[in-house]
Nanobody, 127 residues
Framework: QVQLVESGGGSVQAGGSLTLACAASGYTGTSYCIGWFRQPTGKEREGVAAIHTFRGSTYYADSVKGRFTISNANAKGTLYLQMNGLKPEDTAMYYC????????????????????WGQGAQVTVSS
């Protein structure tokens, strides 16, 4: 059974940094893609970053490239999202997700490609 539990959300001023962590278990052997999504209030959920657990490749939304870094510590089963240079438009509920994906194809940043979700962690960036 896949379990995903986020932590590390909070409030920060624009330009600041936060690191989100996701304690992930049960996804090895079932999910090639794990990643982060976010959903601002009243808007659709959007992909932020993902990592291919077999190939090690990383994928980012254009809006966060150069500011956010996704990484995973396989031995600890923890997925991280380091967020630097935060902007007010980064304010959202952030979700950790795992999707089956494919051993030979890139991960997608579309929500429909991920079947397992954490409960979310709120990130608020003030100007």
């Amino acid at each position: 059974q896949v379990q995903l539990v986020e932590s590390g959300g909070g409030s920060v001023q624009a330009g600041g940094s936060l690191t989100l962590a996701c304690a992930a278990s049960g996804y090895t052997g079932t999910s090639y893609c794990i990643g982060w999504f976010r959903q601002p209030t009243g808007k659709e959920r959007e992909g932020v970053a993902a990592i291919h657990t077999f190939r090690g490749s990383t994928y980012y939304a254009d809006s966060v490239k150069g500011r956010f870094t996704i990484s995973n510590a396989n031995a600890k089963g923890t997925l991280y999202l380091q967020m630097n240079g935060l902007k007010p438009e980064d304010t959202a509920m952030y979700y950790c997700a795992a999707g089956q994906g494919s051993a030979w194809l890139p991960c997608s940043l579309t929500a429909s490609s991920f079947g397992y979700w954490g409960q979310g962690a709120q990130v608020t960036v003030s100007s």
